[in-house]
């Protein structure tokens, strides 16, 4: 059975930081694009980072580049997401995802996201 399992999430103050974790079992995350969604109330589901296995290269959204940071773990089958100097627009929650064509057309395996609250 395919599962991913997203934690690390909390709340924080603006400026603070989080690493986000997902774990993966049933598959083995480096056969496939793996990336971070996020979704606020009211608001449509946001691509947050996206690593495609074809060039090996990361995607970042202009609203989190250069302060969010995807990498991967292969050993532990575990992918992160650090978060640096979080801002209250940051708040929603945050899903990890992997399928082929995630990159690309979003579709994919999705796990059970984790909460992250952005004080001002």
């Known amino acids: 059975e395919v599962q991913l399992q997203a934690s690390g999430g909390g709340l924080v103050q603006a400026g603070g930081s989080l690493r986000l974790s997902c774990v993966a079992s049933g598959f083995t995350f480096d056969d496939y694009a793996v990336g971070w969604f996020r979704q606020a109330p009211g608001k449509e589901r946001e691509g947050v980072s996206c690593?495609?296995?074809?060039?090996?290269?990361?995607f970042y959204p202009d609203s989190v580049k250069g302060r969010f940071t995807m990498s991967e773990n292969n050993a532990k089958n575990t992918v992160y997401l650090q978060m640096n100097s979080l801002k209250p627009e940051d708040t929603g929650v945050y899903y990890c995802?992997?399928?082929?064509?995630?990159?690309?057309?979003?579709?994919?395996?999705w796990g059970r996201g984790t909460q992250v609250t952005v004080s001002s």
């Open positions: 690593l495609s296995r074809k060039d090996g290269s990361t």
């Open positions: 995802a992997a399928g082929t064509t995630l990159c690309t057309l979003g579709l994919g395996s």
